[in-house]
């Protein structure tokens, strides 16, 4: 076995699971504050990455202009999609919520096709495509960008949730009643939560834009996302963080072998092992609380 062609995979592996992260602090982010697993995220991923280009492309604003535009955009946006879809649904069983987030990821995806269409659109931030060296390993650019992006944002919002308005949005997950009973306004903090998110989903689809183009299969990363966010434990964020790694490597490595035997799409497969094994097994996740609900 060659050991650095598996050093080389497994640190690629974890760069890019550490961006399948960013994708599940977003669902994480709406489950600590409102116990509702998004089943939009992916789509809000995709319609992010095509409001950045909508301000570059189409109003010729410059890159480094049109992705904090982009995000103020999506947190107005997310607060809508709170306040005009999921508000009136608050208290209802949960089942509810989470087939109207289907039902939202189906309606964003679709709008998105019948606006930009279904080509590909590249994201171009300045990121090189030459490979980065590290000793005898060669590193993905994008990736290693992408990872420092996402621990960034861990750091912020894990200092977020050590404020008060964090500590109200924990509280509100914890209980809808005793929250309103408090004076809490439980529509303002999960509002916030969306928004918060919308904005998460901003900046990857940016990053994944970058790599893959902004076309519909930016919605897909849902699947690697819901993966992390179930293995690391809906409701934590530095769960969703280790969650991403061991992802990342367990995916890169097994597709670095397997797909030479398989003829490729090992990647999905591995993923969506984890997420059925997970659920069999330990349904909180790794570092979750043990009365999270299975999705």
Do not use: C
């Not at 949730?161 to 005793?178: E, K, N, P, Q, W």
């Amino acid at each position: 076995m060659d050991l650095t062609y598996l050093l080389e995979l497994s640190v690629n592996g974890a760069l890019a699971g550490l961006m399948y992260s960013l994708v599940a602090m977003g669902i994480v982010l709406i489950y600590k504050s409102s116990s509702v697993p998004n089943l939009a995220q992916g789509s809000l991923v995709m319609l992010g990455a095509y409001i950045v280009l909508a301000f570059s492309n189409g109003l010729g604003a410059p890159m480094w202009m049109a992705i904090p535009l982009a995000m103020a955009f999506m947190f107005f946006a997310g607060m809508g999609i709170e306040r005009l879809a999921l508000r009136r649904l608050a208290g209802r069983p949960i089942v509810m919520i989470l087939m109207m987030t289907l039902g939202l990821d189906i309606f964003l995806r679709a709008g998105a096709m019948t606006i930009w269409g279904g080509s590909g659109r590249p994201m171009r931030i300045g990121i090189s495509d030459d490979p980065l060296f590290l000793g005898p390993l060669l590193l993905n650019r994008a990736y290693v960008v992408g990872a420092a992006v996402t621990l960034v944002l861990f750091a912020v919002f894990v200092l977020f949730f050590r404020t008060r308005r964090g500590v109200v949005l924990r509280a509100i997950s914890d209980d809808y009643m005793a929250s309103w009973s408090v004076g809490i306004s439980v529509e303002r903090g999960v509002a916030l939560s969306w928004a918060l998110a919308s904005v998460v989903a901003t900046t990857a689809g940016v990053l994944w834009g970058s790599i893959q183009s902004v076309d519909q299969s930016l919605s897909t990363l849902l699947l690697k996302g819901i993966t992390v966010g179930v293995l690391g434990g809906l409701d934590s964020l530095g769960g969703a963080i280790l969650a991403g790694i061991l992802l990342g490597v367990l995916e890169s490595v097994a597709s670095g072998y397997l797909d030479k035997l398989l003829g490729g799409g090992s990647r999905d497969l591995v993923v969506a092992a984890v997420l059925i094994l997970t659920i069999m097994i330990r349904p909180h996740g790794l570092f979750g609380r043990h009365d999270i609900e299975r999705i």
